[in-house]
């Protein structure tokens, strides 16, 4: 079974979150860095900040609901938890 992950990007100010979920990470990166999803082209979103895999799709997906549901306060508090300092951690999967 292949994994799956949910992500979130940010844009250069920090000022927008996406959460998504996706099978393929490194493919998915590539789409949001050539502007084939609406909302990142539209908001700019493409800072790899947080990355949770899973080894069923199904958790994932609840996962990414779950996170969605959360608070602006709430996000930022889990991505501060394995990447305080924001960095961009899309080289390791692009």
Avoid: C, P
């Avoid at 250069?12 to 990142?40: D, I, N, P």
Wanted: charged share 30%; hydrophobic share 35%.
């Amino acid at each position: 079974m292949e994994s799956s992950y949910v992500y979130i990007l940010t844009n250069k100010l920090h000022t927008v979150l996406y959460v998504g979920v996706t099978t393929s990470l490194s493919r998915r990166m590539k789409e949001h860095a050539a502007g084939q999803s609406a909302f990142t082209r539209r908001y700019n979103v493409h800072k790899l900040i947080y990355v949770e895999e899973y080894r069923n799709v199904r958790d994932a997906i609840a996962r990414e609901k779950q996170i969605k549901s959360w608070s602006r306060k709430r996000k930022i508090g889990l991505i501060d938890s394995q990447n305080s300092l924001w960095k961009d951690l899309s080289d390791g999967f692009v």
